[in-house]
């Protein structure tokens, strides 16, 4: 027998099953075709419908039957096409006829997986939930016997040191005549730089659009300059646009390295017209939106200027391993890799390696401490965001990193070596938009600085993402706001002066409020890493697993 | 805010100075408890210059762990010192207060000095542990012409308690300080000032920076490093470290607690040992609104503050006599005939600096160095 599916649409899913159900509202839209145009994934599209309308008139029942061809705007069931809630369609509609609505019931993942495909993504991890940066509060007020300051007033100094300290015990100085002078050539003294505890986290170009990367060097170009706020960047793997790394500007940028090394053909020809060293070297060995994962730029995100940049042919996919393919160990790998970069820069800038928030952070963490030319650790928690990964990965993988920075900065303070070995987290801060208060919470937890990148994209470009799976169309070139493509035609939406402005206006609110953090603790001249009497939280585990005060 | 009141003088003086000077000062403190500490020590100690004195309150039970552990570790009794105690409403009396005069065990004799001082921190500490669980032992130094008394209790009670205006215990410097409880219990072990090693302090002002000072501290492997009942302590310990396992002058303490910004370091012809220091001792700034009063093991007297300090802490004096203290009013009850107007207030960058003898006072400018 003929199964009835065809006739009774079984197969089909229903609108519950996505998770985004567009609202259209016929009597307001005028059928421009600006929705159906822009939308990123063809989720709607304009159709025609037979209208049949049934009317009767005079006492006596008499139906008639007429039939009108109407012009609607319908969403898909295509679960490749599925809306993502961007909310494109709703930006260019004059008339506000058109909105996309979350759907709690969704069953999107039971379905998104045709083919044996693994559904794939860009974004952060859907997990809408406090997050545990958002649930720590700053309970240590000064008064009375220590009065507050006044963050408009005082004189505040926010700055953190990259690279690596010596421990005093080490610093090669004499007492002579009450005056201690540096006893030269005795001893190797690591680079350090002075930086802004905020820095911008690791995006490639290629990953991000021309006008996006250009916008945030020029915004942070801006801070250093005009503002004096050292505030730094890291290029992601991918190397730089050559004129930069030719110009004075490279300070600072942090250059990054990772399993493809693209990109570094470039900056190793570049190094003799240097004229300044970059700000330091990161070596990417994780990442904390897919742990464990390595990097995929796809072939059609590699035009001419990335294919330049990177060193490679043009529309080819560019992988990255997950591991870097010529070691064999950490500690080969890191102590290999920290001297060959510290040596390419005749030992001037500072090598860290970042990692993916793990419950062996402290393995990692304990090695370098043992390495004298290792600058830093970063670590990026389970809530780092990224351009294209497993939704597996990104929901499921990685560590929280308020205990990963906690553990091992507590580590370090057995060691009596948290002074010596910066830790830089990221994964999560700002994820409600609370940036200031989650770096300060991270910072009083042990962090020299913090790391940012989902939200400067948010903040300074206006990133649809969220929690709730919105967008996160990254991996896909299509990205509405012109972010995270290639694709002249959608980049070209994007102005790049306006998110250098945005990352200004995001620093200086930050800066204001990390003084109204820290003014009312009364500090002032120093970041208060460590200071974790000042941190209290709601919950008990918490407060214990963390070694800080339970308030309610 | 507690009250610091610093003695010294070319000539011997009872520590009834201090005490005046607080009791001049006291709406700033609650009477929850004084601690003095006396250095360069006269009337019957002036013979015992070269012998540790352990200062402390025992229980009858405590007394005799103490007078065995001493005897079996060496150490022999040259003099005792008991105050003698008149009852007075409100203190609570222990069984017995102390200072005890010792000579080094044999095989110390021909020691270095400071293997001398490790000695003796190492026999505080035991003697600190032992009696800590049952509060049966509290020692608050043990170190060559230095005793220290601390009690809870009203500083101007506590004097007549320990019938200190009719004792003949006299010293050369003397620094008090009557304790505003704060936000630790009352515990003399909290209570300023603190001793480590030949160097002390007192303080007033909470510290801010505190869990991250300890910590870092604590981590430097020195087993002296310890206690921190009070917030004040890390100000001891960090001139201890600084001038004696670091070998810096004393004037990089306040470059380390208070560090210049980098545009002012390279006004200073140190700028690059400045450099290091201040990225090496970051964990050390106190960045908190403190006035930390001092002395090192010398009998260089010197007062420095942060510069959030609303109210500087005033030094002043006459040749032969200068007075450290938190308030002026303390300063004129100790040296009334003296020209005002030479008074000093140390502002953001000064530290005052009072050499062994009080002949002189000097003001060490940061930005100068
Ligand atoms: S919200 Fe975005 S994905 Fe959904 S229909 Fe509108 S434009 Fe398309």
Redesign the interface.
Known sequence: MEPASRLDHNHQLSLRELPYIIRWRDDRCKRCGKCTAICPVKAIEPTVKILRNVTSEGPVPTPVTSRKVVYVVEQVLDINRYCTGCGSCTLVCPNEAIEPELNPQNKFLHFKNKGGDAYKRGGRRNDPSVSTLDKLKFTRISMLTDPALDAGRHEFRIRTLLGRNLPPEHLPLEAEGGKLVVKKDEIFIPPVREIYPIMIGSMSVGALSPPMWEGLAMGITYLNEAEGMPVVMCSGEGGMPPRLLKSRFLKYFILQIASGYFGWDEIIHALPHMVEDPCAIEIKYGQGAKPGDGGLLMSYKVLKLIAEIRGVPKFVDLASPPTHQTKYSIEEAVAKMIQSMSMAWGFRVPVYPKISGTKTARAVLNNLARNPYAAALSIDGEDGGTGAAYNVSMDKMGHPIATNIRDCYLDLVCQGKQNELPLIAAGGIGKKGNLAANAAALIMLGASAVSIGKYIMQAAADCFGDEYNRCNLCNTGRCPRGITTQDPKLYRRLDPDRVAERVIDVFKTADTELRKIFAPMGRSTELPIGMSDGLSIEDKAMAERLQIDYAC | ?CRLAAITSSEYFSPMENVLALETMKEGHDGSGMGIILKDLGGEFEEFKEFPVLSGICSESGLETVDKYMADHGFQIKHVWSPSITEVRGIHKRDYYFAKVYQYPESYLDKTIPEKEDLLMRTRLALRKMGESDESIIVFSFYPDILSIKEVGDPLQLSEFFGLDNSSLKAKIIFAQGR?N?NYAINLYACHPFFIQGYASMT?????????IR??LM???FPGYIGYNSDSEVFTHILHYLNR?????L??FKDVI??L??SEIGMR??R???N??K?????L?I???NCVIGFNPDGTCFMVQ?S?K?RPGAVGGLKGKYALMSEECGIDRVVPKRDRSKDIFPMKYDMVIIPPGAEEVRVWNQLQ?
Request: hydrophobic share 25%; proline share 8%; glycine share 10%.
């Open positions: 805010m505003q704060t007033n002002g909470e510290n801010t920076a505190f869990v991250p910590e870092y981590s430097r492997g396992h670091l070998g810096y002058p004037t990089y208070t560090p910004k980098a012809d140190d690059e040992a400045l290091l220091i990225k090496s001792l970051r964990m700034c960045d908190g609104p942060d959030k609303l160095g």
